[in-house]
């Protein structure tokens, strides 16, 4: 099922998985709302296809207050480390398409993809999102940066 259909929008990730739907406490949403408060909106931009080996996503630029988020982020709720700690590095990305055979499908995204190409986009706020059933999911809160 893709994301869309579990109603996961177009996104960049910061970190997941989160706290699950049970520790979610005022006290948490709180720690969240100030950690996002404490960052300023920033601006990247989305022009480059690349992949991983079974997912085709588009590559933001810069990365570096992205990934600065996400160090800051994973730092203020360890417990919670980005993919459970899969993977070495967190490289941000805005997928297109996962569980592909991602050479196969990249030339087709780029085709659709042309003319789309590059978006801006500005950054105000972080977006919680919660399973609220098997492989679907919705909007839980919002929490504004620069306060």
Do not use: K, N
Not at 41 to 63: G, M, N, Q, S
Not at 70 to 83: K, S, V
Request: with cysteine; proline share 10%; charged share 30%.
């Amino acid at each position: 099922m893709g994301q869309f259909r579990q109603g996961i929008p177009f996104h960049i990730t910061l970190l997941y998985p989160f706290a699950p739907r049970e520790q979610l406490t005022d006290a948490l949403l709180t720690d969240v709302r100030s950690f996002f408060a404490e960052r300023e909106p920033f601006a990247f931009t989305l022009e480059r296809i690349e992949t991983f080996p079974a997912v085709v996503y588009l590559a933001p630029d810069p990365t570096r207050r992205l990934r600065d988020c996400t160090e800051a982020i994973c730092a203020r709720f360890p417990d919670w480390p980005p993919y459970e700690g899969a993977f070495a590095e967190v490289i941000p990305h805005a997928t297109l398409g996962e569980d592909v055979d991602a050479v196969e499908v990249r030339a087709e995204i780029e085709r659709r993809l042309a003319g789309h190409l590059p978006r801006s986009y500005t950054i105000d706020h972080a977006t919680l999102l919660e399973e609220f059933e098997p492989e679907r999911w919705r909007e839980r809160d919002r929490f504004p940066l620069g306060g």
